[in-house]
Every structure is written in C-alpha cells, then in structure tokens.
C-alpha cells in the first residue's frame, strides 16, 4: 500500500471512530438548540412593523413619566378585545393605554399570530426602559428585544434574578433572548 492510502485509510478510521464517541451527545445537543429557541416569534420579518408601531406606542407612554413600573400588562378581555394598562405613579390605579386603530390592529396581530399560544408563550408583559423594550410572555422564558442603540442587551426581564440569558441577533435593533437556568 503506498502512503497516500494509507494516510485516507488512517483519516477514516480517526474520523468514524470520533463519530462513534460523539454519537451519543449529539441528540441532546441538537434538542438542546432547537428547545432553546421554541418560544421565539418565527416570521419576525412579517410582523416587524407591527412591533415597531407597539415599541413607539410604549415609550410614548413611558416617556409621560407616569408609569409605577416599567411594564404594561397586556389583557385579553373575555369579549376577545385586547388592551394595555400600567400602573399610575399618582394613584396606584391601573390606567389603560389609549391606542389608535392603527396601534389596536398591530397589537391583536402579534398576539394572534406571532406569539406560540400553548406553554404559557402568550405575549402577557411589555418592559419599556430607557433604551431597550421587552415583548415577555407569560412563562417568562423568553422575550424579544428592541434596542434603540442596537447593543446587544445587557439585562432581559428583571424579575428573574437567577440565571443568565442567551440572545440572538435578529436584525439591527432587535433581538431574541432565552432565560437560562443557571
């Protein structure tokens, strides 16, 4: 046997026996970045606008100064309506968020359709800060981010204090981020 045959013999007897190590961890790890993702709004590029025209209707309400928190609660109303409300800073009362037709359309279609419904991964909290708005659902496991200096974020839904969070670029300005337990 000359060399050359004996070199690819050698390369593929050393690669089939690493795939023969590694063939049990690769199921797990291939479930493991495909669940790390299941939450994540699918069809971002479709429904992109309608974010946008909600991240503006939020700041808009953010930068009024009267928000107790940084959050808006989504509702769902029994009649099938939908609206926001925050608590009021004055009164502790929760105030409902005028919205325009325009601002109302956007919001029932990220919530029917960009949203996975089962598991809790309903769109139920809106997070306005300075620079960045959260769309969280409702198992809080994860969350897309608007950014308005385009930094990856930092921080992702404050309530969780253990754990950290992986983020994932999806255009400028926004990102997917996945709570992960520690």
């Known amino acids: 046997m000359d060399l050359m045959k004996k070199v690819k013999l050698l ?3 050393i690669i089939s026996f690493s795939l023969l190590l590694i063939s049990p961890f690769l199921p797990g790890t291939i479930m493991y970045f495909t669940s790390l993702w299941e939450y994540k709004v699918d069809d971002f590029d479709t429904f992109k606008k309608d974010f946008q025209t909600i991240v503006n209707l939020a700041y808009r309400e953010f930068n009024k100064g009267q928000m107790m928190e940084s959050y808006i609660v989504v509702n769902e109303n029994p009649d099938g309506t939908v609206n926001l409300e ?3 800073v004055n009164t502790e009362d929760f105030v409902e968020v005028k919205m325009s037709k325009k601002e109302q359309e956007s919001l029932k279609k990220i919530l029917e359709k960009a949203f996975h419904q089962g ?3 309903y769109l139920s909290l809106i997070r306005v800060y300075k620079n960045q708005v959260e769309f969280e659902i409702e198992n809080g496991q994860y969350s897309l981010i608007y950014r308005k200096d385009d930094h990856k974020p930092k921080f ?3 309530s969780y204090t253990k ?4 983020t994932k670029k999806i255009s400028n300005h926004w990102y997917h981020a996945r709570f992960v337990e520690d």
């Open 11 to 13: 390369l593929i007897v």
């Open 86 to 88: 925050y608590e009021d």
């Open 119 to 121: 598991d809790m991964a």
């Open 156 to 158: 992702v839904n404050t």
């Open 163 to 166: 754990g950290t969070f992986k």
